[in-house]
Nanobody, 114 residues
Framework: QVHLVESGGGLVQAGGSLRLSCAAS????????MAWYRQVPGKERELVAR??????DYAASVAGRFTISRGNAKNTVNLQMDSLKSEDTAVYYC?????????WGQGTQVTVSS
């Protein structure tokens, strides 16, 4: 089994910052491909940022404001979110891809007030 646990969500004013963290545990040899997605009610879940090997990729809406990185602990990933906007309000989900299978965390709410 694989478990993902997110932390760090909350309420912040527009222009502020938040840092999300995700820890993966279980039957994992190496959490190489990890990502953050987000979802708002009535819309599909969308990719925010991903990291695999030494490469990163960002959605156009967050590029330059968000930074994905690996944590100091094994199988962890962080998402530093700066210059937050009201449209960043969503539930953020951590994702781990292993052999074409997706694993998801329970999600953490991020609310940006304008």
């Amino acid at each position: 089994q694989v478990h993902l646990v997110e932390s760090g969500g909350g309420l912040v004013q527009a222009g502020g910052s938040l840092r999300l963290s995700c820890a993966a545990s279980g039957s994992i040899f190496s959490a190489n491909h990890m990502a953050w997605y987000r979802q708002v009610p009535g819309k599909e879940r969308e990719l925010v940022a991903r990291i695999w090997g030494g490469a990163t990729d960002y959605a156009a809406s967050v590029a330059g404001r968000f930074t994905i990185s690996r944590g100091n602990a094994k199988n962890t990933v962080n998402l530093q979110m700066d210059s937050l906007k009201s449209e960043d309000t969503a539930v953020y989900y951590c994702n781990l891809l292993i052999r074409s299978r997706d694993y998801w965390g329970q999600g953490t709410q991020v609310t940006v007030s304008s």
